[in-house]
């Protein structure tokens, strides 16, 4: 960590962005509220099997199901409560979204409502949770439509363009909160003495080539004919028609692995997949894939669906699924020239 950025606090580098004129007042007080909510899920989740939160939550034998369909964690439903919570008084949303729960939830009559709406998976990768492996916060903000009173799903079905930041929080062997406001992606660390994130690096890049892939290669006999190509190739390392080695990673935690490419570049991918077809994907484009898209291409990678850059993705509904393809930009390119040939040549 540089001398210039050791003694940025997250408040300090959002109060500059304002004065800058990259966020709104609301926007900054918003994000901060998101990071205290973020600190306490990082307590409970630091506590482990101290803290009692470990295991399915529900009644003992019959685990609780949520909207997607999954069975909850006892942290899930924790992680989930701890961010309405946090958000329902401030006075800067106007509704919030979890992919825990089937529909939107307007603050409630006894607050002031602001002008944003807020999305959020509480508690991403948490069927890792009781092996102790990072698990994560994903949230992503948008505006909320204009002479909207009351504002319900359909008006959180903006394309990922139209956020106006978007971030993680990370809880591993450190608690670290990546996010953008839509000028670069930016990290920080909580410094668990004095309570605080502290700016540790502005301005993450990810290289434009990289030889890690990600994937959960399990998968791999129901993916379509361009993915099976795709990572064939990259499989076949240097005798390959790639001329290189690849590694491959894979946490099954999408905030690890995205926080590693961020962090030293990649790939990470979920394609469509005979399992999944019928879902249009496995990955929810307004919780994860599209926050995470704004991160990565702010970072300057790029992200896309295999066949469409991912920001641009008209959402349908609030629960939507998506292929995902992120991460080290000529890699990005290369798995969607493998899609889009193979559509060419079906054609």
């Known amino acids: 960590m540089s001398p210039s950025t050791s003694a940025v606090s997250l408040t300090r580098f959002l109060i500059e962005a304002e004065r800058e004129g990259q ?36 009644t003992p034998g019959e685990a609780s199901i949520n909207v997607q369909g999954e069975a909850q964690k006892k942290l899930d439903v924790l992680s989930n409560e701890i961010l309405l919570e946090a958000n329902a008084w401030g006075g800067h949303l106007a509704a919030l979204a979890s992919e825990e729960m089937d529909h939107a939830v307007m603050i409630p009559q006894d607050y002031p409502r602001g002008r944003y709406l807020l999305l959020f998976d509480p508690l991403d990768g948490s069927s890792n949770i009781d092996v102790n492996i990072s698990v994560g916060t994903i949230f992503s903000v948008l505006a909320c439509p204009q002479d909207i009173d009351s504002p319900c799903d359909e008006h959180f079905l903006q394309p990922g363009t139209a956020q106006v930041a978007a971030g993680y ?12 406001v839509g000028h670069g992606t930016h990290a920080f660390t909580l410094d668990r003495e004095v309570g605080g994130f502290v700016l ?39 005798e390959g028609p790639r001329g290189k080695d690849f ?61 469409q850059r991912m920001l641009e993705v008209r959402p349908t509904h609030l629960h939507q699924r998506v292929p995902v393809f992120l991460g080290s930009r ?18």
Not at 23 to 49: H, M, W, Y
Not at 214 to 236: C, F, I, K, T
Not at 334 to 346: C, F, I, K, N, T
Request: proline letters at 4%.
């Open 330 to 347: 000529n890699e990005v390119e290369m798995a969607v020239r493998y899609h889009l040939e193979r559509d060419a040549a079906a054609a």
């Open 200 to 238: 540790t690096t502005r301005g993450m890049r990810i290289p434009e080539d990289t030889k890690e892939f990600a994937v959960n290669m399990s998968n791999q006999r129901h993916w379509e004919p361009a993915m099976q190509s795709y990572v064939g190739d990259l499989l076949a390392g240097k």
């Open 169 to 180: 929080c990370t809880y591993g062997p450190s608690t670290m909160l990546v996010l953008t």
């Open 23 to 58: 966020i709104q007042p609301d926007l900054r007080l918003l994000i901060e509220v998101v990071a205290r909510a973020c600190k306490s899920i990082s307590i409970a989740v630091g506590k482990g099997a101290l803290g009692g939160v470990l295991g399915d939550a529900g």
């Open 247 to 307: 590694n491959m990673r894979w946490v099954a935690s999408m905030v690890a692995d995205v926080h590693r490419i961020l962090t030293r570049g990649g790939i990470f991918s979920y394609p469509l997949d005979a399992k999944c077809a019928d879902k249009g994907g496995k990955l929810r484009l307004m919780y994860e894939a599209n926050p995470m898209s704004m991160l990565v291409e702010q970072a300057g990678g790029a992200a896309s669906t295999g066949r």
